[in-house]
């Protein structure tokens, strides 16, 4: 769902306990937007963990009118998968494992899925006055890429500003983001977890981060993020004050619309307004009206009635003249001639050198031979960005293929599944490569290598087909047509 497309929903403010924030846990994308989703809809006099109803297209981010395909059945598996979900607190040389879903719940032909915190999670997200962190949640929605996004912007926005850099070890950081004893290579760690997360974290949220490295002989071991405010943000005016606002609606698409006019005030008191924490870059600011002098009024009259210039970076070209001369020439070649006349401090007239160098042609040449470079670099930027989301896209495939797995192995593994499956194996050939291990499984005794492959077949039988085909998840999941 693009920004645009956001309701005004997502203006509320996330707030998780300090030690959430600092948590180890693995949850994919889709989990994290289910939390999110459920922490927007917490109240701040809610004294239980309650129910709450999460719209379907919202964790996956369609809009109505656009078909979902097999989108429920992925945010069962994420639901199902956060009610089996731990996440493991530490501090100091003391560390508990806590349960963080208990009921998640749906049924076909409704929009929703319903959801339910742990109690253990009621000191983490209920009634917190201190040691906390909290975000709008418009400017982590969209999150897409990668599931370290969200992690890496959580870990970041914990002190910001008041502390615009922070230093992890890197060993730290990667226990932080679960994947400690994963990325051995360091290469293979910052262009798989690091870079598509900085990439998706400066591109849509509300801060920019860049980084740098500590190294130590030949390893490195240490990183400094150092963020700076994004173009969405706005610092908070009155320190760590926050007013958190009550819970956000919990029905569904179809209840919502049977009760938006009952909770019109309420959704506007949730707003979080300009004079708290941020900008709502979706509602339109109200004009300030003045009393205005006369000669000022006159000065703005005559202003206003006087032809403006084209903004191409100068003040002396009107639009009608502009646009009469892209008809004759080009806008490419215009526009490079006007930044080339801009450079030149000297010239008197530079409405007349300007149509003087178009008419004989002075930076025709000069012009053509940029744009064609300018031409390969585009193609070559467009190259470069898509090998980097098919990069992200298949490695998030195979993360969800392996979740997938393990959650089909663990509801239909059964005596009659094996030994379908062996009989399969054995008197048909689509299983010739399967069939060396058929005698592991007469024995009752399969290897890890001959259960992966029946993990493989039961996925198939019973999981939708981006469960266990790429070219159909980045279609269905991130709507990517150029896959070959």
């Not at 989703?37 to 004294?47: E, F, V, W």
């Not at 069939?435 to 001959?450: D, G, I, N, Q, V």
Request: hydrophobic letters at 30%; aromatic letters at 12%.
């Amino acid at each position: 769902m693009s920004s645009d497309e956001i309701t005004e929903s997502f203006n509320y403010k996330i707030v998780k306990d300090n030690k959430i924030i600092n948590a180890r846990e693995s949850f994919t994308l889709l989990q994290q937007r289910i939390i999110l989703l459920m922490c927007a809809r917490i109240g701040y006099d809610d004294t239980e963990m309650n129910e709450y109803h999460v719209p379907i297209r919202e964790v996956l981010g369609i809009p109505e009118g656009k078909p979902i395909g097999g989108g429920y059945d992925r945010v069962r598996k994420a639901a199902q998968g956060l009610a089996h979900s731990a996440i493991d607190i530490e501090e100091g040389d003391r560390w508990a494992s806590y349960s963080f879903v208990t009921v998640a719940k749906g049924e076909k032909g409704k929009d929703f899925v319903t959801i339910k915190f742990s109690q253990e999670m009621k000191p983490f997200f209920l009634k917190l006055k201190s040691n906390y962190t909290y975000y709008l949640l418009k400017h982590v929605y969209n999150f897409s890429r990668s599931r370290f996004s969200l992690r890496i912007y959580e870990l970041l926005i914990q002190y910001f500003p008041r502390i615009p850099k922070r230093t992890f070890k890197l060993e730290k950081l990667k226990d932080l983001l679960y994947v400690k004893g994963s990325y051995s290579r360091f290469s293979a760690f910052r262009t798989k977890v690091l870079e598509p997360a900085i990439s998706e974290i400066n591109e849509k949220s509300d801060i920019f981060v860049t980084y740098e490295f500590k190294r130590e002989k030949r390893k490195y071991t240490d990183i400094t993020f150092f963020v700076v405010k994004g173009e969405h943000y706005k610092a908070q005016e009155d320190g760590n004050k926050v007013e958190i606002p009550e819970k956000l609606s919990s029905e569904s698409q179809t209840e919502k619309t049977a009760t938006k006019k009952a909770s019109a005030e309420k959704t506007q008191k949730n707003k979080v307004s300009e004079s708290q924490t941020s900008i709502d870059f979706n509602q339109k600011q109200p004009e300030v009206s003045q009393a205005k002098k006369p000669h000022e009024n006159q000065k703005r009259q005559h202003e206003s009635q006087a032809p403006q210039a084209e903004k191409v970076g100068n003040d002396w070209l009107a639009p009608t003249l502009f646009s009469g001369m892209v008809q004759k020439y080009g806008e490419g070649l215009v526009r490079y001639t006007i930044d080339r006349i801009n450079e030149k401090p000297n010239v008197k007239s530079k409405l007349g050198y300007l149509n003087k160098a178009l008419l004989e042609g002075y930076y025709r040449n000069e012009y053509e031979d940029f744009a064609r470079k300018d031409q390969l670099k585009r193609a070559m930027d467009r190259k470069k960005t898509l090998e980097e989301q098919r990069k992200s896209i298949e490695s998030e495939f195979h993360e969800h293929y392996e979740n997938a797995k393990i959650s089909i192995l663990k509801e239909h593994d059964t005596e009659d599944e094996r030994f379908e499956y062996m009989s399969l194996v054995e008197f048909t050939d689509e299983y010739t490569f399967e069939r060396r291990y058929l005698e592991e499984w007469r024995k009752s005794s399969p290897s890890e290598e001959a259960r992966k492959f029946y993990g493989k077949w039961l996925l198939k039988k019973y999981g939708t087909k981006e469960d266990h085909d790429l070219k159909a998840f980045a279609l269905t999941v991130h709507d990517f047509k150029n896959w070959k």
